[in-house]
Nanobody, 119 residues
Framework: QLQLVESGGGLVQAGGSLRLSCAAS????????MGWFRQAPGKEREFVAR????????YYSDSVKGRFTISRDNAKNTVYLQMKSLKAEDTAVYYC????????????WGQGTQVTVSS
């Protein structure tokens, strides 16, 4: 079992910054591709960013590209999402997730952390 715990969410004004963390435990972390997703009230969960196991490749949704940065520190078993220039539409519960099987799907999820951006 892989356990993922997000932290760092909170209330911030538009234009501000937050850094989310996802701490992993329970299984080997370094070999997993990781991603961040978010879900706003009344909306479906959407992809935000992903990073490969060695941190050498990242990809972002168009809505956050240029503002968010995903990174990982395998030595600390932690994935980060640095969010800058936050907008009201970024308000959502943010989840980190891992790809732990050859299916390529995100199959391990954290509990989520709330990010609220006031306008």
């Amino acid at each position: 079992q892989l356990q993922l715990v997000e932290s760092g969410g909170g209330l911030v004004q538009a234009g501000g910054s937050l850094r989310l963390s996802c701490a992993a435990s329970g299984r080997t972390f370094r070999m997993y591709n990781m991603g961040w997703f978010r879900q706003a009230p009344g909306k479906e969960r959407e992809f935000v960013a992903r990073i490969v196991w060695n941190g050498g490749n990242t990809y972002y949704s168009d809505s956050v590209k240029g503002r968010f940065t995903i990174s990982r520190d395998n030595a600390k078993n932690t994935v980060y999402l640095q969010m800058k220039s936050l907008k009201a539409e970024d308000t959502a519960v943010y989840y980190c997730a891992a790809v732990t099987t050859s299916l390529g799907k995100y199959d391990s999820w954290g509990q989520g952390t709330q990010v609220t951006v006031s306008s």
